[in-house]
């Protein structure tokens, strides 16, 4: 089975403040005695669904057209962290994530939001600093959270970006994993190839094993 995992670009819908809002702009309908029906985008690197390359946080680090797909498909382990106000490395501790995961995805309150919420919800679950260090030692390669940023809003240093970023990691961010149980799935998340972006909108699904 395969579990779309991605929320839907469209309007209206929750953005990070300060970043492009989506917009679909019509541009020929056919109704309207075009030959076709077509459309424009409007949107940011980081609109719904979508993975930071390690270049957003780190100039050193890989830009979106640099990452092979090879590290984002393949096993990952879901973590059911419900309950927790903020994801500390004590609570990847006692989440019981199997020592050889390296792509981890992490089930929080955020996923609930995507069903009622059109606002930023400033707010959301996200992982201290602590914990970003956990990811980094532990060798996860790929984490993905079921909200718009990994990181508390308004901290005056992203610091949870600068260690996962320095460190090389590929954060996914906005996924919808309110369906999705604990466990151990194939990740699918194929972004955009957009050469020079330090982010980029994905199309993330996972399938069931066995």
């Known amino acids: 089975m395969i579990i779309d995992i991605s ?7 929750p953005t990070y403040p300060g970043d492009a809002p989506f917009e679909l702009i019509a541009v020929a309908r056919m109704a309207e005695g075009a030959v076709c029906n077509g459309s424009r985008l409007q949107l940011g690197t ?17 830009r979106i057209h640099e990452i092979p ?32 995961t390296t792509r981890l ?8 939001l995507w069903a009622h919420s059109t606002e930023f919800y400033k707010s959301h679950v996200a992982l201290t600093p602590d914990a970003a260090q956990w990811l980094v030692r532990r060798c996860i390669d790929v984490v993905g959270i079921d909200y718009l940023s990994i990181e508390r ?5 992203p610091e949870v ?8 990691k590929i954060i996914i961010e906005g996924l919808n994993l309110s369906a999705v149980e604990a466990g ?5 998340c194929m972004p955009l190839l957009i050469e020079g972006a330090d982010g980029a909108p994905a199309r993330v699904a996972l399938r069931t094993l066995g």
């Not at 929320?7 to 819908?13: A, D, E, N, Y």
């Not at 609109?47 to 890989?62: C, E, L, Q, V």
């Open 69 to 100: 797909l090879a590290r984002l498909i393949g096993n990952a382990w879901v973590a059911d962290l419900r309950g927790y106000a903020a994801i500390t490395a004590d609570a990847l501790e006692a989440a019981c994530i199997p020592p050889t």
């Open 7 to 13: 929320v839907p670009l469209r309007q209206p819908m």
């Open 184 to 188: 151990e799935y194939e990740l699918i």
């Open 161 to 168: 970006h600068h260690i996962l970023c320095k460190a090389g």
């Open 46 to 62: 980081h609109s719904g669904t979508h993975i930071d390359a390690p270049w957003h946080f780190d100039d050193a680090g890989k």
């Open 153 to 157: 809003y308004g901290v005056p240093t």
């Open 105 to 112: 995805l992490l089930r929080t309150d955020n996923s609930d």
